[in-house]
């Protein structure tokens, strides 16, 4: 046993459970704690390193989160919606910091997610590197210098076993744009085009979404004026990037207090 902050994985089979565990076991700063699964999954009672197809890592993977949780310093949750609000009140409970990086959220969803944040520190951002978090202050500026004879579009490309559209990255860049010009998203997004739609509304923020094959995330704001275009665009090619800036939060939220944080706070963006 080390003083290192003690990291719990859920979604230990998934794309980015797997890419966490790794992170958190390369890792000189984190020990890992164990990872969960959901009961009955073909994982669960297993060491992790062998689930995964390696050694022995000296960990179980397990379907009790309260046991787990409070064992650990930190929780970092990359699942679903559902899963993500049970783990949100074990995580307080449990006094443990909750780094979620799940996406798909409905309102009453988050107001869970505030609620456990009354209680623990929650680091939340729909894309965890820092490439991306650097586009979302770029979008703010770019949309506050242009008023609306440019047309704001999000435009995002994903593997083809994503479940939520569009991205949680889309709407954090849709949402730094709407920022930017001092307006409300959800008075001005577009989300859907199909058919006779008439002339683009002027002040819209468009978004348009690609699925396919195993595009890990790339994401682009166009600025479309008559006459010229602006695109900023981020292009992730390796999962890593998310794993290593939510093991980042996880050690950041250390010694915060209770509340609700983003990948901005942790940068210092
Ligand atoms: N914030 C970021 O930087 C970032 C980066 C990549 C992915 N994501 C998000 O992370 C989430 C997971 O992505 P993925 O590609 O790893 O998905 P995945 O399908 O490969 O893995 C999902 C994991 O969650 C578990 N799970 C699903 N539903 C569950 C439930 N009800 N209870 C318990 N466990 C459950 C599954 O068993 C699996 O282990 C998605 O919401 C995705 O959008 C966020
Ligand atoms: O693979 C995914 O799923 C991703 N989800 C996040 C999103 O919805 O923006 C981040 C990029 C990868």
Redesign the pocket.
Known sequence: MTDLPGIVI????????QMLIRTVLESDRARLVGA???LG?EWVGRDIGEAMGGARVGAMVSDDPLELFARAQAVID??????TV?YAALAAQARAVHVI????FSESHLTKIAAAAHHSTVVR?????LGVNLLMQLTKKVAAALDEDYDIEVIEAHHN????AP???AVMLGEAAAEGRGVRLDDVSDRARDGITGARKRGDIGFSVIRGGDIV?EHDVLFAGAGERIVLRHVASD?SV?AR??LRAALWGQDKGPGQYDMVDVLGL
């Open positions: 859920t979604g230990a089979s998934g794309r980015m459970g969960l699964e959901r999954h990359f699942t679903a919606p559902e899963a049970e990086g799940t996406t798909g951002a729909g894309n965890m590197s076993r994503k479940v939520d991205s949680g990255t995330g999962r998310f800036g939510a």
